[in-house]
């Protein structure tokens, strides 16, 4: 398993702008997130597909605020930092910066 720990970066959309955090964690040999942006109520994740790609993971979630949409996941790890983007239907790409172990 790749980029377990704790990381932050910053993101900025339009219902939100500012540091976000996600936890990666080995939950019983799978992968588990948790995200925490302040001020926002973040719903349940439930992972549907996940694949390593060397340093990178790729995933397709699904949340209880947009049933039955896929949305993919694309963390790169190098380190202690990492890049990547989140595309969220309705929204689009939200591109994570300055990403880092925390």
């Not at 597909?49 to 340093?55: C, G, Q, R």
């Not at 605020?65 to 202690?80: Q, V």
Request: proline letters at 4%.
């Amino acid at each position: 398993m790749i980029g377990l720990g704790k990381w932050a970066c910053n993101v900025n959309t339009m219902f939100f702008s500012g540091e976000a955090k996600i936890n990666v964690f080995d939950n019983n040999g799978e992968y588990g997130f948790e995200l925490d942006v302040p001020g926002v109520t973040v719903p349940d994740i439930d992972v549907k597909k996940i694949e390593e790609d060397d340093d990178t993971i790729n995933a397709v979630v699904q949340t209880s605020l947009l049933p039955g949409k896929d949305i993919e996941l694309s963390i790169t790890f190098d380190g202690d930092e990492f890049d990547g983007f989140v595309k969220i239907p309705f929204l689009g790409k939200v591109k994570f910066k300055d990403g880092h172990r925390i």
